[in-house]
């Protein structure tokens, strides 16, 4: 069973649109914290999200925390091909312990 | 260098062999984590470090796997009688393992195929 669900699974989009990917858990969590990941390489953070109805914003790229701290969206502005990677979620819970989601593999076509 | 290290980079035994991975955290690096990812999936949990004790194993598949960081610096994870399902990338991670900032650095993977 997975602790965090992602969706959607796999979305393939043109450059210039718009997209944005959600996770979500029944499960509260300290934080969550999102990465992208590239063929062959180990996911590299994005971002930490904290606190309830928190966002933030990197670049192109828009991060919310949902209210109750069980769920996140991260939305991408005018997406491009550089963009396409593996999107993880991850929740952090006991400070230390986290666990990840199964990802969104997304890929922009220019 | 400064990040994590992974060896082998690249792994091929037979069913019913033992291998062992290995990970060098960032120095100084407190928390070290192991996980599998399978093709086109997420990282699986397998157990977590905090110094040389195991905060928490409850990832770990079967009594066939099992990982060890006795000085609290670099972690070996063990998988005997290998199975051709044990085949994936075995990610190494390490964090400085306080608070809800808490960053995972990964290295590269070890990928494991079992014929």
């Known amino acids: 069973?997975?602790?965090?669900?992602?969706?959607?699974?796999?979305?393939?989009?043109?450059?210039?649109?718009?997209?944005?990917?959600?996770?979500?858990s029944s499960s509260v969590f300290s934080?969550?914290?999102?990465?992208?990941?590239?063929?062959?390489?180990?996911?590299?953070?994005?971002?930490?999200?904290v606190t309830g109805g928190e966002v933030k914003k990197l670049k192109r790229l828009t991060f919310q925390f949902g209210d109750a701290r069980k769920d996140s969206s991260l939305h991408i502005t005018a997406a491009q091909p550089g963009d396409t990677g593996l999107y993880l979620c991850a929740g952090v819970y006991n400070n230390n312990d986290m666990r990840f989601g199964a990802g969104t593999r997304l890929t922009v076509k220019p | 260098g400064a990040g994590v290290s992974q060896t082998p980079s690249n792994k091929v035994t037979e069913k019913g062999k033992y291998v062992e991975l290995r990970?060098?955290?960032?120095?100084?690096?407190?928390?070290?984590?192991?996980?599998?990812q399978s093709l086109g999936q997420g990282p699986e949990f397998l157990i977590y470090?905090?110094?040389?004790?195991?905060?928490?194993?409850?990832?770990?598949?079967?009594?066939?796997?099992f990982a060890v960081r006795p000085e609290g610096s670099v972690s070996t994870l063990k998988i005997q009688r290998t199975e051709r399902g044990d085949s994936a990338v075995y990610l190494c991670a390490s964090s400085s393992g306080t608070g809800v900032y808490n960053e995972q650095f990964f290295g590269p993977g070890t990928r494991l195929t079992v014929l």
């Open chain 2, 49 to 65: 470090f905090q110094g040389t004790g195991a905060a928490d194993d409850s990832g770990l598949p079967n009594d066939r796997f």
């Open chain 1, 1 to 24: 069973t997975q602790l965090l669900e992602q969706s959607p699974q796999f979305l393939s989009i043109q450059e210039g649109e718009n997209l944005t990917v959600y996770c979500n």
């Open chain 2, 23 to 36: 990970c060098d955290p960032i120095s100084g690096h407190t928390a070290l984590y192991w996980y599998r």
């Open chain 1, 31 to 49: 934080s969550l914290q999102w990465y992208r990941q590239e063929p062959g390489e180990g996911p590299v953070l994005l971002v930490t999200v």
